[in-house]
C-alpha cells in the first residue's frame, strides 16, 4: 500500500516556480555578457567608422580647396611619423575587417579599412609629390628630419636687452644662440651672425618664438651666432608701423655693437624672418639698400632727458643676405586676405600695426610695402630667398608672386619657391620638406654671399 508521504506527494500541485539553480542564472550571466559584448563592439566599430572618416576628409582637405577642412596642412606639414601613424591604423583595421568578416557589423569594419587606406593613400600621394618638388630643386632629404624628432629647438644661451622702449612701453632683448660646443670669447676667427626676426602678425610673438627657435638652434648647429631681436608689437591704443622699423634699426645697431662679445663677426650678417618678421626682414634689408637705416635719426627712441639711447648711436651692419619663410610681402594684400575664416583676425592684425585699414591710410600701407622699395633698389640690393607654401591661409601666396615679379623686372637678385601643398608655419616641425627646402637653400645664399661657416 502506498504510504501517506507517497499520497501527499501525488496530490501536492506542481510548484510553479522551482527553485533555480546556479547553473541556470551562470547561463543567464552569460547571455547578458555576450550582449553587452556585442554592444560595446558595435559602439567601437562605430567610432572607429567615425574617425576614419575624419581622418579621411582632413587628407582630401590638404589637397583639395575644402573649407575648414583644408586647414589640416595648418601648424606643420604632415611628415613621415604621420603616414608611419595612419599605415599602423590601417593595419589594424584591416586586421580586424578579415578577423571578424563573418561576425555582425562586418561592412562597417570593411568600410573603416578602406577609409582608412584611402586617407593613406592621399597622404603617400601627397609626401611623394613634395619630396619629387624638393628634388627638383637640388635638395637632399633627411629622412629622420621629415619625422619630426629631434626638431623642437633649444633655448637661447643668452637673452640679453637691448633698449628699453617708452613709447611703445615695450623691453626689448635679443635671444642669442651660440654656435654648437662653443662658448663666446674663444679665441680663432669669429662666426657669421644671422639675425633672425620672429612672425606673429606684428601683434604678439617675442625671441622664443617656436619657428624662430627652431631655426635658430639649427644655425647654430652650422656654426653661425644666431641673434633672434625683438620689435615692438602693436597695442589696442599704440599702432607701431613706424616704432618697430625705426626699433629694429636701433637693434641692429646695438647687434653690430656686442657682436663680438658673443663670438659674432658683424662685418658678415644676415637677416631671416618668418610672416611679419619676414615683412621687416625684407623692409630693412630694402631701406638699407636705398640709403635710409639711421639708428639715431628723428624717430630714434631717447630717456627721460631727450638723449638718443645708447643701443641707437652705433652703425648698422650692412646685410649681405635675407632669406624668409612665408613673409608679408604686401601688407595690403595681407588686409584683404580672402579666405572665409582667417580673414578676420588676419585684417584685425594688419589694422593694429597700422592703425587702420589700407582705405584709411593708403600712404601707411605703401610706405611699409616692400616692393616699392625692392624696384627701386633693384640690384643694388641683397640678395633675397623666399619660401611660401603654395596653400598659405594666413599670408596669400599672391603677394609673394607679385613681389617676385617686380624683383624679376627690377633685376634684383632672389629665388622665389612656392612649395606645394604647404601652409603657414611649415617649419613648426623643422624637418618637413618644405623647411628643408629652406634650410638648404639659405646655406647656399649664405654662403655665396660670402657668409660661409
Known amino acids: 500500500m502506498p504510504t501517506i508521504k507517497a499520497i501527499a506527494q501525488e496530490t501536492m500541485p506542481e510548484d510553479p516556480h522551482p527553485r533555480r539553480g546556479p547553473g541556470v542564472r551562470s547561463r543567464r550571466r552569460e547571455r547578458t555578457g555576450r550582449a553587452m559584448g556585442r554592444s560595446r563592439c558595435r559602439r567601437r566599430d562605430a567610432l572607429a567608422l567615425i574617425g576614419a572618416c575624419a581622418i579621411c576628409l582632413l587628407s582630401i582637405g590638404a589637397i583639395t580647396a575644402i573649407p575648414v577642412l583644408s586647414y589640416s596642412l595648418m601648424l606643420g606639414a604632415w611628415g613621415l611619423d604621420a603616414a608611419a601613424v595612419m599605415a599602423l591604423l590601417a593595419v589594424v583595421a584591416g586586421y580586424r575587417a578579415l578577423r571578424r568578416r563573418r561576425e555582425p557589423g562586418a561592412r562597417i569594419r570593411v568600410a573603416t579599412a578602406g577609409l582608412v587606406c584611402l586617407a593613406l593613400a592621399i597622404t603617400g600621394w601627397m609626401g611623394a609629390a613634395q619630396i619629387r618638388f624638393a628634388h627638383a630643386q637640388g635638395v637632399d632629404l633627411s ?13 637661447p644661451d643668452a637673452a640679453p636687452v637691448v633698449l628699453t622702449d617708452a613709447a611703445s612701453r615695450q623691453t ?8 654648437r660646443g662653443k662658448a663666446p670669447g674663444e679665441g680663432g676667427e669669429k662666426a657669421p651672425i644671422v639675425v633672425l626676426l620672429h612672425g606673429g602678425g606684428w601683434r604678439t610673438g617675442d625671441r622664443d618664438n617656436p619657428m624662430t627657435r627652431i631655426q635658430a638652434d639649427w644655425l647654430a648647429d652650422q656654426g653661425y651666432v644666431a641673434i633672434a631681436l625683438e620689435y615692438p608689437l602693436s597695442l589696442r591704443d599704440t599702432p607701431t608701423w613706424e616704432l618697430a622699423q625705426s626699433r629694429l634699426v636701433c637693434s641692429l645697431a646695438w647687434v653690430g655693437a656686442h657682436a663680438g662679445e658673443h663670438g659674432g663677426d658683424p662685418g658678415r650678417l644676415a637677416v631671416v624672418g618668418d610672416s611679419s618678421g619676414g615683412h621687416l626682414a625684407l623692409e630693412t634689408a630694402y631701406r638699407q639698400a636705398l640709403g635710409g637705416l639711421d639708428p639715431s635719426g628723428p624717430d630714434a627712441p631717447t630717456d627721460a632727458d631727450g638723449e638718443t639711447l645708447p643701443a641707437c648711436q652705433g652703425n648698422v651692419p650692412t646685410i649681405r643676405a635675407v ?5 608679408i610681402t604686401d601688407p595690403a594684400v595681407f588686409h584683404d586676405n580672402p579666405d572665409p575664416i582667417l580673414s578676420g583676425p588676419v585684417a584685425s592684425r594688419a589694422r593694429l ?26 640690384a643694388a640690393a641683397p640678395p633675397v630667398l623666399i619660401v611660401h607654401g603654395e596653400g598659405d591661409h594666413v599670408v596669400p601666396v599672391s603677394g609673394t608672386r607679385d613681389l617676385d615679379a617686380v624683383l624679376e623686372a627690377a633685376g634684383a637678385r632672389h629665388e622665389t619657391i612656392i612649395v606645394p601643398y604647404a601652409d603657414h608655419v611649415f617649419d613648426l616641425n623643422g624637418g618637413s620638406v618644405a623647411s628643408q627646402i629652406w634650410r638648404a637653400k639659405t646655406l647656399q645664399l649664405l654662403r655665396g654671399a660670402g657668409l660661409g661657416a
Request: no cysteine; aromatic share 14%; net charge positive.
Open 353 to 378: 600695426y597700422v592703425g587702420g585699414s589700407p582705405a584709411q591710410y593708403p600712404e601707411r600701407y605703401a610706405s611699409i610695402d616692400p616692393a616699392r622699395k625692392a624696384a627701386a633698389a633693384g
Open 172 to 179: 626689448l632683448r635679443a635671444g642669442i644662440w651660440y654656435p
Open 143 to 155: 629622412v629622420l628630419g621629415l619625422t619630426g624628432i629631434g626638431q623642437w629647438g633649444r633655448g
Open 323 to 327: 632669406a624668409t619663410t612665408y613673409p
